[in-house]
Structure formats: structure tokens, C-alpha cells
């Protein structure tokens, strides 16, 4: 072979080599985005099954509170006993509040759909306690409010019934969880709106009528009805809201961010469901922000907590540094409670050393990290003002004079108290010890009249008032 041949060869040669490297590199290639392809399907099936399971179980637990609302509203319209109508109230009460928790839960685009049925869970919650306060204290109920349980009853059987015939759809396959979800695909978004519009509002369809409430619960239509008094008057939008949210969070971005929409009665909110890091998928922060002023009305990061690391001080030391920075000064911790290795702390604003009880903020902890897990500024925005606080009429020596003498004093200050009214009043606040209990004493400042005595539970999982 000639040299020219030869080189002629190996050129030939050279170029076979580069074409079968270039087949290989792209085959290389498409199996690499295959491998990715399927981990991410798999990852997206396993966070979708994990959403499902969650909604089905809020779903069908919210059922079976219903039912009991139902059952225990019968059982106190036929009870004569007035010890047992107190237990039967309470225990509507306790069922109102995990039903109404459980709905918040299901995936109902922007929530909207279902605030009637939200507001009848609260209401009949909040006047079964009043009621069941009320007969605690020997006063039966009057016949306006029995005609009110009669009212409300009845509508536990139609909403119970409403939501036995949706849970039979669901149970037979014939409604999915996973195609009310608005997210992913504009196919989703479209079953999303056609089952929120054709079965959901089925469920809010029976309260169209839903009688107004004339009660003085805290939740009561005329209370319901008041505007918050700590939010600015500037509006935002849907776009800045996120960006507030973020910045909250102190988060430049987020890998995935969801907007569940606008709702609220008294304070209307925007909802963002925020995923920071998609690898870590089971931790997902949900947050809602004001339309007016486009202030954090509440934060919740679903993330689990392993055992506790630190103890209740320094918790109450990190929530103490992230309300000041978050730009809510001069507030003092008054109760607080363990629960699933988080510490949940209440605090209260304080005004010229006058413990302003209404403007409270809750604030949740995870004793293992010490991260902030949980804020609820719902109380603090409806009722935070500037007060003019009056000077007391009464002086402190005299109120204590009004006050049982067996009850042992042992620490004194003013406090604006809340009432069940919604009305706030002036007191002085006597904090101390009676047959070894501990109790807190409110005498209004200016009139004398012993407004509330709350008994102050602690044991080793926190301090609590009842």
C-alpha cells in the first residue's frame, strides 16, 4: 500500500471512530435523560399518592366529626339533665373544631367554595361551648336558643347527609382526590374546577339559607362581622403578596410555589402552598397573606420534628428574636403548650406596661432545630390598635379588697381583657394561688365588677388557661 493509500485508510478509519463516538455520547445522553425522566415520574407519583392518602383521611375524618355533631345535637335536645347537656355541648364543640380543621385541609380551589359550611362549623362550636359555659354557671338555656340548636341541628343532618353521598362517590373511585388538586396540567385544572363546581358546592348548596346568629360568642355575626382594626388600608395583588410571602420566609426563590387563591371573611387572604427545595417534598409551608396592607396573617411548615434538642426557654428566646424581626415589638410570652415536639407560645402585646390581651400572636417552635414552624397573627391584626388607656378609677389596693381573701396574691398588673361579647374592658390582673391551684383574677379598673376568673393550669407539657 502506498503512503497515500494508507492515509487515505486511517482517514476513513478516523472518521468511523468519530461517528461511532458521536452514537455513543447521544445514546449516553438520551439514557441519562430516560433514568431522569422516570425518577422524576416516580418522584411526582409518590408525592401525588402521599397528597391523596393526606386529603382522604382529612376528608373522611371531617365526616365522622359531622356525624357526631349530629348525633351529640339530638342527644341535647332530648336530654333533661342539665350536667349532661354541659358534657354534650362541649363535646360539639370539640368535634365543630376538628371538623372545621379537617376541611381546611381538603384541596378546594381558593377555598371560597366552602366558607358557609366553614362559618356553620365554627358557630355551632362556639355557641355549644357558650351553652355549655352557661349551664356550668345554673342557667338553662332560654327558648330562643333551643329554637337555634333545632335550627342548627338540622343542618348537621342535611350537611351530614351532603357529605355521606360524596363520600360514597369517593369511596367507589368515581371522585379522586388527585384530579381536585389544582396543580400541573391545564387538563387537571379543568377536572379541578369541574368537580369543585358540580359536587363541592353541592355540600355548600344546603346552607344558602343558613339563618343569621344572634349570640354574643366571639364568632357571632355581629363580631364576625367587624373589621380589623390592625391592617393598613393599602391593597395588594395576588403577584406581590408572593413576593411578601417569600421574603417572609427569607426565600430568594422556591422550587415550586402554588396559589391556592383568595378567601377569608373578616380578613381576606391569599394563599400560597410553598415547596422550597422539590427534593425534599414532604415539607411544604402554607401561608397567607392580607389583601388589605399585605400582612402575614398565618404560616404553617408541615415539616416533621425528631426529638427535642432544646428546652421551652430557648424556644420562647428564638420566637422572641423572629417577632422582632419580623417587626412586632414590645410583646411579652404568657402561655405556651408542648405538643409533637414543638412548643406553641402565645404572646401578647404590651402598651405602657398594660398587658393588651386581644393583640396576641402564636407562635410555634420545633424543639429540635429551634426553627419556626408555626405563626398566627389572626387575634393581633383584627384587634391591634393604639389605645387611649384611662387612668384607673379604682386604686389597686382597692380592687384587691374586692377579691376572695383566701386567694393568695402573688403578682398584680393592669390588662385590657377581652370579652365574650367582643368588647374589650380594663383590669387589673391578680395572678396567684388558691388551694393550690392557679388562678387569675380580672377586676375592671373602673367600675370594680370582677369581669373573669380563668384557672391557670401547668403541668410538665406547658402553661394553659381555662
Known amino acids: 500500500m502506498s503512503i497515500l493509500g494508507g492515509y487515505k485508510e486511517f482517514r ?5 471512530v468519530r461517528l461511532w463516538s458521536v452514537m455513543a455520547i447521544t445514546l449516553g445522553i438520551l439514557v441519562i435523560v430516560a433514568l431522569w425522566g422516570v425518577n422524576q415520574y416516580k418522584g411526582k407519583a409518590n ?22 355533631i349530629q348525633a351529640l345535637l339530638s342527644k341535647a335536645e332530648v336530654s333533661g339533665d342539665d350536667r349532661q347537656r354541659a358534657v354534650l355541648y362541649t363535646e360539639v364543640w370539640r368535634n365543630a373544631f376538628a371538623a372545621q380543621e379537617n376541611l381546611s385541609q381538603l384541596p378546594i ?13 365554627t358557630q355551632v362550636g362556639d355557641l355549644s361551648f357558650s351553652l355549655s359555659k352557661q349551664l356550668m354557671s345554673g342557667k338553662k338555656e332560654t327558648l330562643p336558643q333551643k329554637q337555634q340548636l333545632k335550627k342548627l341541628r338540622a343542618y348537621a343532618d342535611k350537611l351530614s347527609n351532603n357529605l355521606n353521598e360524596l363520600a360514597i362517590e369517593i369511596s367507589q373511585g368515581r371522585l379522586r382526590w388527585g384530579e381536585v388538586r389544582v396543580v400541573g396540567t391545564s387538563r387537571f385544572r379543568r377536572i379541578a374546577q369541574n368537580v369543585t363546581s358540580s359536587r363541592m358546592l353541592a355540600v355548600e348548596a344546603g346552607f344558602k339559607d343558613y339563618p343569621t346568629l344572634i349570640y354574643d360568642g366571639p364568632f357571632s355575626d355581629h363580631i364576625s362581622r367587624q373589621t380589623p382594626k390592625g391592617l393598613p388600608e393599602k391593597l395588594v395583588n395576588k403577584e406581590q403578596a408572593k413576593k411578601i410571602a417569600l421574603d417572609f420566609l427569607n426565600l430568594e426563590r422556591a422550587d415550586i410555589v402554588n396559589y391556592l387563591g383568595l378567601s377569608g371573611d373578616r380578613i381576606k387572604i391569599y394563599t400560597f402552598e410553598i415547596i422550597p427545595d422539590r427534593k425534599i417534598r414532604d415539607r411544604t409551608i402554607t401561608i397567607a397573606i392580607s389583601k388589605k396592607g399585605g400582612k ?36 411579652i410570652d404568657t402561655f405556651y403548650l408542648k405538643q409533637d415536639n414543638t412548643a406553641l407560645i402565645n404572646y401578647i402585646y404590651q402598651q405602657n406596661g398594660v398587658k393588651i390581651y386581644p393583640d396576641m400572636v402564636k407562635v410555634r417552635v420545633a424543639l429540635d432545630t429551634g426553627q419556626i414552624v408555626g405563626f398566627d397573627a389572626t387575634a393581633y391584626y383584627m384587634s391591634h390598635t393604639s389605645r387611649k388607656i384611662p387612668e384607673p378609677a379604682i386604686s389597686e389596693k382597692q380592687a384587691r379588697g374586692l377579691i376572695s381573701k383566701n386567694f393568695d396574691v402573688q403578682s398584680v398588673s393592669l390588662a385590657i381583657i377581652p370579652l365574650d361579647s367582643g368588647k374589650e374592658v380594663f383590669t387589673y390582673e391578680f395572678l396567684g394561688k388558691y388551694d393550690g391551684k392557679y ?28
Open 109 to 121: 380551589e381558593n377555598n371560597v367554595a366552602l366558607e358557609k359550611t366553614a362559618k356553620y362549623l
Open 296 to 331: 402575614i396573617i398565618w404560616m404553617i411548615d408541615n415539616r416533621a420534628s425528631s426529638s427535642p434538642k432544646i428546652g421551652v426557654a430557648k424556644a420562647k428566646e428564638n420566637a422572641k428574636k423572629f417577632l422582632i424581626e419580623k417587626g412586632f415589638a414590645n410583646m
Open 439 to 466: 388562678f387569675a383574677d380580672y377586676i375592671n379598673a373602673i367600675t370594680g365588677k370582677e369581669e373573669n376568673i380563668l384557672e391557670i393550669i401547668k403541668d410538665p407539657n406547658g402553661i394553659l388557661s381555662m
Open 12 to 16: 476513513e478509519r478516523l472518521k468511523s
Open 47 to 68: 408525592y401525588h399518592n402521599y397528597l391523596t392518602n393526606m386529603w382522604h383521611r382529612a376528608f373522611f375524618d371531617m365526616v365522622g366529626y359531622v356525624q357526631n
